[in-house]
């Protein structure tokens, strides 16, 4: 088999399924790259098991067949390749041979038989969501998750997409704060609905991979219990997390009465200032509202204390008190792009409902995010 392709073509490829090359593992396989040659182009895919991502770049292709090449060392190779326009790969005798310019290497080769199965998906897919609004709720929504290292209830460590009545709702949760996101999909069967529990490390895999994407929607097909994401070029398949998440429904809080109406930008700059005063343990600011005023305090015995009033765009229905970790007020208001915001309160010991107010920037809709706060002593 010979192949002949653009060398920014073989680096996006490479660089794309890159995503799902396997770490250490006790499968050497899954530390490799599948190439696959045959007429009209070239398929790149790589597997960690948990996600699977294949990339089709337009090829010259001489003869048909398949090669799979160590993962890392192609991908440093083809970053560092001569600026040339064209790269040659030619697989033969259990040797590869890529020559760019006047540079070429022989590259090992691994079993291509011993490379994991995972199947394309077919039929129509359940619908199709505009690029922008996926990256969106993925990066409103993941962060909220738990690490794996973090816990052992898996259902944390994961976001929720439930498909039903023609939109997607995203949802993550640490236990102590809630995102969620929904947003429309276009085609939607009505006959459908579906509920995915995807890894958030897997998803910001994902967002990383259709950033580099020159599409204005995607795919997204739901075969056999496992989720697939096609954008032009790039399909992405992975698992999900056996585990039922929880009933985050209930938790929301239902007519709060208390509205703090606030700047987005002055609320977040204050509260990062005012982090760094905070309790190493809690992290905690306590917000107190009187008037059309909005006080926000810290104090640390090794950090010191701070202390800075804001406006309110609007007088509440009453005053209120509350403590709540800065860190997770931060990791929402930055990830809003609305010029104003409103927080829903009802008691000291009572969550909190953030969410988009005024004139709602595109990118927040259909986002709210809840939040416990800290007890007060």
């Known amino acids: 088999m010979e192949i002949v392709c653009r060398r920014e073509d073989l680096a996006f490829g490479v660089r794309t399924v890159g995503h799902a090359l396997g770490g250490r593992t006790a499968m050497p396989i899954l530390g490799g ?27 010259q ?25 064209t790269v040659e790969l030619r697989d033969a005798d259990g040797r590869a041979r890529l020559s760019c310019g006047r540079a070429s290497f022989e590259l090992p080769t691994l079993p291509a038989e011993e490379f994991p199965a995972t199947p394309a998906p077919s039929g129509k897919p359940v619908g199709q969501i505009a690029l922008p609004a996926l990256l969106q709720a993925v990066a409103q929504t993941a962060y909220a998750a738990l690490r794996a290292s973090e816990t052992t209830r898996l259902a944390l460590t994961g976001v929720d997409i439930v498909l039903r009545d023609g939109a997607a709702k995203f949802a993550a949760t640490n236990g102590y704060r809630l ?12 006959a459908y609905e579906g509920e995915f529990l995807i890894d958030a490390a897997v998803l910001g895999d994902l967002a990383r991979v259709l950033a580099g994407v020159n599409e204005a929607k995607v795919a997204v097909y739901a075969d056999g219990g496992q989720p697939h994401f096609s954008a032009g070029p790039v399909l992405f398949s992975c698992r999900t997390i056996q585990e039922q998440f929880p009933d ?20 977040l700059d204050a509260l990062r200032r005012l982090e760094i005063t905070a309790a190493e ?24 204390q701070g202390r800075e009033v804001l406006p309110l765009l609007k007088p509440p229905a009453k005053g209120i ?8 007020l931060i990791d929402a208001l930055r990830r809003m792009e609305s010029a104003q915001v409103a927080l829903w309160l009802t008691a000291p010991e009572r969550a909190g409902l953030l969410e ?22």
Do not use: N
């Open 248 to 267: 985050y429904e209930r938790v929301v809080p239902k007519d709060s009465e208390i509205g703090l109406f606030a700047s987005r930008a002055e609320l």
């Open 281 to 304: 343990e809690s992290g905690a600011v306590t917000l107190k509202a009187v008037g059309s005023e909005l006080e926000i305090t810290s104090a640390s015995k090794d950090r010191g």
């Open 356 to 377: 988009p107010a005024g004139e709602i920037a595109p990118g927040d809709e259909g986002f709210i995010y809840v939040c416990m706060p800290v007890r007060l002593l």
């Open 61 to 85: 292709v001489k003869g048909s067949g398949t090669v799979v090449l160590p993962g890392q060392v192609l991908a440093q190779l083809v970053g560092r390749l001569p600026e040339v326009d």
């Open 321 to 328: 008190e509350i403590a709540f970790k800065a860190e997770y």
């Open 33 to 59: 790259i599948r190439l696959h040659g045959e007429k009209g182009g070239l398929e790149l895919w790589a597997t960690d098991l948990e996600r699977s991502i294949r990339c089709r770049i337009p090829a």
């Open 179 to 190: 995102a969620i996101k929904r947003i429309p999909v276009e085609g939607f069967s009505d």
